[in-house]
């Protein structure tokens, strides 16, 4: 009967243990202060649509986040979505995403050619929360585009937000002073074995300045490291497309800034 009463008793504590920490088996443990947001979205046809599909008309469709309590980082996502693209007069900016996706349509109906040839424009823009950590949010805004031409355009930026002071984060802001030789020289070198280029191989095939490897700004923070990201044309053509170079924070630890966001995810 002793037995018995253990065996039970055991069961019991065990299966309280589980119900208090299901979230914590087999993962890592992150302190989160996560934001609360939910998606809208923007969506504009050409009046010829009729009953055609999207991918056989002129369509607009522009989705991102609206975050709770949050107008710094509201207004900042939407102003970058309103520089990705731009459709029509140059001179007179879009001030809004209605008014952005309004130009597409407007743009195409401008078009007699694209009109005449029926040829529709695209537009499909959007802004995605990737993750959310210890006072950080990292997004990734962009899509693809089609004016007319020989081919559209795909672009991707990032952005990397914290929290605690309200503003977007710089690399300035996570490496310590005079880094950017010493990270310039990490990224070339594992920018030359992705492209598998010997040390002293020539990048004059790239589209680098003066043929001379540099790191732009357009990264991710992401749990193991920073993912870079070149636009098409920024390095390469337009039929090579993007290209991504990751570094790790094993090889740059001794350049991060002590106590910044990347710390949660360092050993």
């Given at each position: 009967?002793?037995?018995?009463?253990?065996i039970?008793?055991?069961?019991?504590?065990?299966?309280?243990?589980?119900?208090q920490?299901?979230?914590?088996i087999?993962?890592?443990?992150?302190?989160?202060?996560t934001?609360?947001?939910?998606?809208?979205?923007?969506?504009?046809?050409?009046?010829?649509?009729?009953?055609?599909?999207?991918?056989?008309?002129?369509?607009?469709?522009i989705?991102?986040?609206?975050?709770?309590?949050?107008?710094?980082?509201?207004?900042?996502?939407?102003?970058?979505l309103?520089?990705?693209?731009?459709?029509?007069d140059?001179?007179?900016?879009?001030?809004?995403?209605?008014q952005?996706?309004?130009?597409?349509?407007?743009s195409?109906?401008?078009d007699?050619?694209?009109?005449?040839?029926?040829?529709?424009?695209?537009l499909?823009?959007s802004?995605?929360v990737?993750?959310?950590?210890?006072?950080?949010?990292?997004?990734e805004?962009?899509?693809?585009?089609?004016?007319?031409?020989?081919?559209?355009?795909e672009?991707?930026?990032?952005v990397n937000?914290?929290?605690?002071s309200?503003?977007?984060?710089?690399l300035d802001d996570?490496f310590?002073?005079?880094y950017?030789?010493q990270?310039?020289?990490?990224?070339?070198?594992?920018?030359?074995?992705?492209?598998?280029?010997?040390a002293?191989?020539?990048?004059?095939?790239?589209f680098?300045?003066k043929?001379k490897f540099?790191l732009n700004?357009?990264f991710e923070?992401?749990?193991?490291?920073?993912?870079?990201l070149?636009n098409?044309?920024?390095?390469?053509?337009y039929?090579e497309?993007q290209?991504?170079?990751?570094?790790p924070?094993?090889?740059?630890?001794?350049?991060?800034?002590?106590k910044?966001?990347?710390?949660?995810?360092i050993k």
């Amino acid at each position: 009967m002793r037995s018995r009463y253990y065996i039970v008793c055991l069961a019991c504590i065990v299966l309280n243990a589980c119900n208090q920490h299901p979230a914590n088996i087999g993962t890592k443990s992150v302190p989160t202060d996560t934001l609360n947001y939910t998606y809208q979205t923007i969506k504009k046809r050409a009046d010829d649509c009729g009953n055609k599909p999207d991918t056989g008309c002129t369509t607009a469709a522009i989705m991102y986040p609206v975050f709770t309590a949050q107008k710094l980082l509201n207004d900042s996502i939407k102003n970058k979505l309103l520089q990705i693209f731009s459709f029509g007069d140059q001179e007179k900016k879009d001030t809004s995403l209605d008014q952005l996706a309004q130009s597409v349509i407007t743009s195409y109906q401008a078009d007699t050619g694209a009109v005449h040839n029926k040829v529709p424009y695209t537009l499909d823009l959007s802004a995605k929360v990737l993750r959310q950590g210890s006072s950080l949010v990292v997004l990734e805004l962009g899509g693809y585009a089609f004016s007319g031409g020989a081919h559209g355009g795909e672009q991707t930026l990032f952005v990397n937000w914290n929290t605690s002071s309200g503003k977007q984060l710089s690399l300035d802001d996570l490496f310590i002073n005079g880094y950017k030789v010493q990270l310039n020289a990490i990224a070339e070198k594992i920018f030359r074995k992705d492209e598998k280029l010997g040390a002293t191989d020539s990048l004059g095939n790239y589209f680098f300045d003066k043929g001379k490897f540099s790191l732009n700004d357009n990264f991710e923070i992401m749990p193991a490291g920073l993912s870079f990201l070149y636009n098409e044309y920024e390095i390469k053509s337009y039929a090579e497309g993007q290209t991504t170079l990751f570094i790790p924070y094993t090889q740059i630890k001794s350049l991060l800034r002590p106590k910044t966001v990347v710390s949660q995810y360092i050993k």
